[in-house]
């Protein structure tokens, strides 16, 4: 007998709640039909997407399956226009058009490998008949296999013969075709690759060092409190803890309602610091109850869930900004040639003109908005980011009557100093500081801001802050240099680690050209063998081997989407994506030739340092006379 998660009885509860008399025969007949090596998942929460079923069998693979209990007599199929478009239903009551199960059942499987898991994903990219290991199919339960095939019959879409269609007269077929696909063996769909897949399908809170070792001053406590139907707006200046308050808010919103929280931000590089916030006060709390996303992300998963709208994405505009970063001429040599941009947008997600466009999004949820999923609480963090009618769109369709709205950010975002225009009403709740880590680097920071950002950013005078790490504990050296050789930079590093005691898990390496870290990362492991790297781009290895594919492009993206702060790795970041992180020991490196990044980049990553700062000057004048003379070197 298959093995079901979760239980049989809290599946049977789900099931008759949901009135899917269809789902109950289907299970039924996995469960009796298939062995213990097969398990069985039902509604798995993959952080908003949420397949019917997905079985998997270690060694073999998976099958991802959407279970319809509509009649498709009720239902007319429009085919799309290409071998790329599956088309649309249109419900012939209400003309209402919806996504085919089988653009939605194909959706869960890319995201499955380009979203939801970094060692599948990378392994599917080395090896691309992976792909083939996760299959998918469909089961309506109201009509025949003939009748099914009859309707979608125009289907053009080059995928649409790969994905399995019963009807509810194939159901024995059905088992049968899972046994077959599933009885071949794949060495690929096994070990991390078959363990990432379990636990992406049964999600908890990554372990942390740091559980319940946050100490909240009375008044964070007071606005982390749940409260029904409130609508709030909390802000503070860098270190006031906005997205501990945050965290601990979400907590205490699911421990009050029992209902799934959800929590959107701007930067998908957030998503894992919000995550990794709330494991720290209680790492075993069901995971599965916690939507954290940034926002395009979510409305897209809406979109494909509810609607037939098709969107092209670049996730937001800070990747955009990256997106040179990422690929710099002197790492592909002809970008346009070899990586145009219009291939680039069709191969990711949200076309910038049209996720702005929030007319024509807000047509197509109010044509659903009763399928829409509702929310007792929902958190944003990074508000000073989002555009007024993307807060509009979140409160007036995912919000429920009486529901909690809570928005955190920066009141004080830009040089104008002008207010950010929010849909809550009232006056800003200002967290203070409470705390920072070590003086010496937040006096750095203060004066940083001060004479290149003309404080542009809220900041209280150092000497008003009381802090963790004594002055005689934490350090900052400087070091400029014309050129620099790996072994220059792997010798500081080094000498500084045996000096002052500093463990590889406590360093973060962040630079601007991914080149130079790739490079380094390099350096360091042959001169380290067996030491255990985190980094949000690829390995030299990976980049000899990708470097004219767009697969470079995915790895690194995937790459970015699963970077944590891993107790057990020394880390090497862009210093784009480390804007959201936090570490012991940081070494930034400043490059002036090419790529130069703004002082607001480098003034997060100064205010991300807890207690050791290195700074590694390559040919960068501008800031050279202001850290040469701070930093007493």
Same mark, same amino acid.
């Given at each position: ?384 980011? @989002? ?49 920072? @880590? ?13 004479? @290149? ?181």
């Amino acid at each position: 007998m298959a093995i079901l998660y979760p239980s049989e009885t809290q599946v049977n509860e789900r099931v008759v709640a949901r009135n899917k008399e269809g789902e109950a025969i289907f299970l039924e007949a996995l469960i009796e039909n298939l062995d213990d090596s097969f398990e069985i998942y039902y509604k798995p929460f993959l952080n908003g997407d949420m397949p019917d079923i997905v079985i998997l069998r270690k060694g073999f693979g998976a099958y991802v399956i959407e279970i319809k209990g509509y009649d498709l007599n009720e239902y007319e199929y429009k085919a799309g226009h290409n071998s790329n478009d599956f088309g649309h239903l249109i419900e012939l009551s209400t003309d209402l058009s919806i996504p085919t199960p089988y653009e939605q059942v194909e959706w869960y499987k890319n995201n499955l490998y380009n979203t939801h898991t970094k060692y599948l994903t990378i392994a599917n990219l080395n090896s691309p008949s992976l792909y083939s290991a996760v299959k998918t199919a469909i089961f309506f339960a109201k009509s025949t296999t003939s009748e099914l095939s009859e309707k979608f019959d125009s289907c053009i879409h080059r995928d649409r013969k790969y994905i399995k269609a019963w009807g509810s007269d194939s159901l024995d077929a059905a088992i049968e075709s899972i046994k077959y696909d599933l009885g071949r063996t794949n060495s690929l769909c096994a070990g991390e690759i078959f363990d990432e897949l379990r636990n992406t399908l049964m999600p908890k809170f990554n372990e942390t060092n740091s559980t319940n070792n946050i100490h909240l001053s009375s008044h964070q406590k007071q606005l982390s409190q749940s409260k029904q139907a409130q609508q709030i707006k909390i802000t503070g200046p860098t270190g006031s803890g906005k997205t501990v308050v945050l965290a601990k808010r979400a907590i205490n919103a699911y421990e009050r309602t029992g209902e799934r929280v959800l929590v959107l931000c701007y930067s998908t590089a957030s998503t894992k610091y919000i995550e990794d916030k709330i494991s720290y006060f209680d790492k075993d709390l069901p995971r599965e109850m916690f939507h954290i996303i940034h926002f395009h992300g979510f409305i897209l998963q809406q979109l494909y869930r509810f609607t037939d709208f098709k969107l092209y994405w670049t996730d937001t505009e800070d990747e955009m900004l990256e997106f040179e970063e990422m690929f710099p001429t002197q790492d592909l040599l002809d970008i346009e040639e070899m990586f145009p941009k219009r291939e680039i947008v069709e191969t990711s997600v949200f076309d910038k003109k049209n996720i702005l466009d929030m007319d024509e999004i807000n047509d197509f949820l109010e044509k659903v908005t009763n399928l829409l999923p509702k929310y007792d609480t929902i958190l944003i963090d990074e508000v000073q980011d @989002f555009k007024y009618e993307w807060l509009q769109c979140i409160k007036t369709y995912f919000l429920k009557s009486k529901g909690e709205y809570v928005l955190v950010g920066n009141e004080r975002p830009n040089v104008s100093k002008n207010k950010i225009k929010t849909n809550v009403k009232g006056k800003w709740n200002s967290l203070p500081v409470p705390y920072r @880590f070590s003086y010496p680097i937040t006096n750095l920071a203060y004066e940083f801001q001060r004479t @290149f950002l003309r404080n542009k950013y809220e900041s209280l005078h150092p000497d008003n802050i009381e802090y963790l790490v004594p002055n005689d504990e934490c350090i900052i050296k400087y070091h400029f240099f014309e050129e620099l050789q790996y072994e220059q930079l792997y010798t500081i590093l080094m000498n500084y680690m045996e000096e002052f005691d500093i463990l590889p898990n406590d360093i973060c390496i962040v630079a601007n050209r991914i080149a130079k870290l790739r490079g380094f990362e390099n350096y360091y492991l042959q001169h380290n063998p067996g030491h255990i790297t985190q980094t949000t781009f690829e390995s030299k290895a990976q980049y000899d081997h990708m470097r004219t594919s767009q697969k470079l492009y995915k790895l690194r993206k995937i790459k970015r989407l699963q970077f944590w702060m891993n107790p057990e790795a020394i880390k090497f970041s862009t210093i784009h994506h480390f804007k959201t992180w936090e570490c012991d020991t940081l070494v930034l490196v400043l490059d002036g030739r090419k790529h130069k990044v703004t002082d607001d980049i480098i003034y997060n990553a100064l205010t991300k340092c807890r207690k050791n700062l290195i700074i590694i000057n390559v040919n960068d004048y501008s800031h050279h006379e202001f850290f040469a003379f701070l930093s007493g070197n």
